[in-house]
């Protein structure tokens, strides 16, 4: 069924584990069809950055008596979007928030119900004319499940890791801080998170398209997407 017809614009849903090309792909295909982009990991990476910044560790983040502040930030955040500029509270974050300790502390924040539930309508709200593209881990599964287009995109663990390392060098962290080894172990774990937590966990839904990019390039994966939304609108 074309969802279109219930839907007010077209939505491009495209999850994947992490590294896995899923915000490169979707933002060219973003600028492409001249849509709106939500980069969703963003917004979890932001609630990351306040908890860290309020000192609070990875051991001590998960405490019960937490979760209703980490709802109160996804709520409130005061932030804008800009291309890869992202201004949180007058401060310029936009690469801060690429760092890997940040990326850790999102991925054991996602498991907290009330703050994915803080984070839905926000999300929701990206949805606008003409169209938008969507990256995360449950954007076809809880967000937007009428999204016109479901993929899900993915890569060999060893692939997304160099890759990862790259863009870390590229973004300009220190080799120390992008260590190789360090990050095949992070990213493990994480993915480990990702697909077990008991919410939204990071899977393909039954009619996602799966695209593993292990072996083909960032040009053949954003032309794909594209074709498979012009088969479907
Ligand atoms: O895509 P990313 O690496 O920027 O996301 C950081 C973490 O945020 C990821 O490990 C899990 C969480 N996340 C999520 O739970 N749901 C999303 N839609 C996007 C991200």
Redesign the pocket.
Known sequence: MNQNHTDAVPVIAI?GP??SG??AVAQAVAQRLGFHYL???????LVAWLAIHAGWTSDTVLDVAHEQQLAQWASTLNVHFEGESIVLDGEEVGQAIRAEEV?NM??KI?TVGVL?EALLQR?RDFARPAGLVA?????ASV?FPNATVKVFLTADAQIRAERRYKQLIEKGFSANMADLDKIVADLNA?DE??RNRAL?P?KPVADAFVLDTSHMSLEAAIQTVIERFRQVV
């Open positions: 999850d992490t590294a899923k915000g980069d969703s990991g963003a917004l979890y990476r990326g999102a991925s996602a994915r999300q990256d995360g881990r449950d954007m967000v994480r998170r990702d939204a990071l």
